[in-house]
């Protein structure tokens, strides 16, 4: 069965540090990928998707990018956090019609 | 994308179905029904979804109105756990590069 994972599961950083959330998916192949953010008591926001390795497509301009080097593994970067990144992030994958969710990733910026 | 709305918040006694309504009037043809919810600081979980004919799985009912404009989701028999954040949301796909867009669903309540 598929699987995905997501690291780390909470984060604390400071303002102006970097940031790289992973996330890999197992059990299929040529998945598409999505990062989305939660705000605290918002809604979903879909920042980035990926149909395939390099392939790469942005929903929101800001300082937050993606990259997948790998089939099953996809990134999430920030050369300079602010404090407006603070939020529960979140990789999905499909192969059909349908997105599953990781676990999620608590992001805090200090 | 159609947007939806869900009342804010909905109580169910434990034991009892839970009947959760989604209004989407302005689905086109071919987007279809998606039901997540979302357990206090864990990814959402896929319930269910459909495009025209009900659904059922071994979570819920999915009933999509003739017209398409509204839907409700059942869970036949609410346990604490059911307790959750629900979303209802519509979406298509093209190419694969299908766009879910999430509102603040509702706030379902089980009581025992």
């Known amino acids: 069965s598929q699987t995905i994972h997501q690291w780390p599961a909470t984060l604390v950083q400071p303002v102006g540090s970097p940031l790289s959330l992973e996330c890999t998916v197992e059990g299929t192949s040529n998945p598409n990928l999505y990062w989305y953010r939660q705000a605290a008591g918002r809604g979903l926001q879909l920042l980035f998707y990926?149909?395939?390795?390099?392939?790469i497509s942005s929903e929101v301009p800001q300082n937050l990018s993606a990259s997948r080097p790998q089939d099953r593994q996809f990134i999430l970067s920030s050369k300079k956090l602010l404090l407006s990144d603070s939020g529960f992030y979140l990789c999905?994958?499909?192969?059909?019609?349908?997105?599953?969710f990781g676990p999620g990733t608590r992001l805090t910026v200090l | 994308d159609a947007k939806t709305t869900q009342p804010p918040s909905m109580d169910c006694a434990e034991g009892r179905a839970a009947n959760l309504p989604c209004n989407h009037s302005?689905?086109?043809?071919?987007?279809?029904v998606y039901w997540y919810r979302q357990i206090h600081s864990q990814g959402p979980q896929y319930i269910i979804h459909g495009l025209k004919n009900n659904e059922t799985n071994e979570m819920a009912s999915l009933i999509i109105t003739e017209d398409r404009k509204s839907s409700t989701l059942i869970l036949p028999h609410a346990t604490l756990r059911d307790t959750a954040v629900y979303y209802c949301i519509v979406g298509y796909w093209w190419g694969g590069n299908e766009k879910l867009t999430f509102g603040t669903g509702t706030r379902l309540t089980i009581i025992p």
């Open positions: 302005t689905i086109s043809g071919n987007e279809y």
């Open positions: 999905a994958w499909s192969a059909r019609d349908t997105q599953y």
């Open positions: 990926s149909v395939g390795i390099g392939q």
